[in-house]
């Protein structure tokens, strides 16, 4: 199955680890469909992790990440608005909510 990513956000603080599946995205058909589980792992720069970490608290920095791929995700037309919302775990209100702070207001 060739254009199929898999993505998830996994945090991992002591004593814990939580995992949030985003899902697959088939790139060859432009469109997200399902809910599966995977990994992906990126390397950021010290000086940037911890910009992020001050900004947003270390235990947030796989949160910050996640919401990062999925705002790109819905500008690229890979997901809808009501999935985005759905993989952030976010109601209809604060969805909307967050993708406004971010410059994607609906329109009606």
């Not at 705002?71 to 952030?88: D, N």
Request: hydrophobic share 35%.
């Amino acid at each position: 199955m060739s254009g199929l990513q898999h993505l998830v956000c996994q945090s991992q603080s002591p004593g814990k680890s939580s995992e949030r599946s985003l899902t697959h995205l088939d790139t060859s058909k432009g469109v997200v469909s399902g809910t599966m589980t995977g990994r992906l792992s990126i390397e950021l720069p010290d000086k940037l992790r911890l910009s992020i970490s001050n900004a947003r608290g270390e235990a947030n920095v796989p949160r910050w990440a996640l919401e990062a791929v999925v705002v790109e995700a819905l500008r690229e037309g890979l997901c809808t608005r009501g999935y985005a919302g759905e993989v952030l775990g976010l109601s209809s209100k604060d969805r909307e909510t967050f993708l406004e702070e971010r410059g994607m207001p609906f329109d009606s």
